[in-house]
């Protein structure tokens, strides 16, 4: 869990939606990861930022 690496199923439809997530910083500074305006993810969005 602490090498920092992370090993992703070999799905296409879920490869093209982590492309599609963005990264956006609050003004408080917390981190949020969501998909684009105008997007959408079925998976659920990966708790990523820390």
Do not use: C, F, K, Y
């Amino acid at each position: 869990m602490n090498a920092n690496r992370v090993e992703l199923l070999d799905l296409p439809r879920l490869a093209a939606q982590l492309v599609g997530l963005e990264r956006r910083v609050s003004r408080g500074g917390r981190d949020s990861i969501d998909h684009l305006p105008a997007g959408m993810t079925t998976w659920r969005t990966p708790r990523l930022a820390r």
